[in-house]
């Protein structure tokens, strides 16, 4: 559709320069390259966006960064924005949560598909999310029976609810195809308002949907976490989980202060705990 939808028009392109681990001497509010990629890549499968605008973001195919090449954040939520705005009212998010791109995987998708089980998939995405994108909370509670798996995206900077649809539709996405098992859910719960195009939830979450709810989250059988990973690999696995700690390593280093407090707070709030002045 050569950068347009429904008539919409094009979306706006704008500059994305990329920064690596290794050579950025600020860290603040990046995100992995190969995420926004992902991102790109599925809305060109999609059509929303040309491969032109796609190259003008820097996410073309035309390079192979570092593996743990970063961009800033703002490229990414200027994406999204841009999306939001194209395509209100449209289940775009849900879309391209579906749109699964091995070829477009990052260090942590790498990583948690050399797993043994979707429970230690799952415990390595929720533990090393900022490899990914640091403005994700994912975290996991479970009884005898029963896994919720909570979702928060830092809205306030500027992530509109397209964003969480992805993740969420993503997340479930990606359970189905590294167990290649239908994982169903026993509720699925957005914090946001009912949508237009509630129907579309239904296909990919099932009916049991609620919304306008206190939090994101999926329910589901504890058992399904028990399923194998197709394309487990301990080799890979091992190899991948090191230079993972080392890029979490550096993460760490050169993250400022008061983005780890302000981290550390928002886990500690989810937690339930009390928060410390330590």
Known sequence: MDGTFAGIGPLVSVDCPVVTAMHTPEYEGSVSRAAAKDLTDSCLALGLISGQQRNDWGLGDSETPHPNARIPESTMISLWQTLAANMQGQDIGLKIGRTINPAAKGLLASWISQTGNLREALVIFTKNIALMNPSENWTVSEDADTCRLNFALDKNKGYPDMAIERSMS??????????NHPFPLKKACFRFPKPDYAESFIEIFGDQLEFDAPDNYLLFDSRLLGL????????????????????LRTLSHTTPIVLKVKAGIRETLRSGKTISID
């Open 170 to 179: 993503a997340m479930l996405s990606w359970a189905r195809a590294l167990s």
């Open 228 to 247: 194998a990973v197709v394309s487990s690999n301990e080799l890979l696995k091992t190899l991948l989980a090191k230079e993972a700690r080392q890029s």
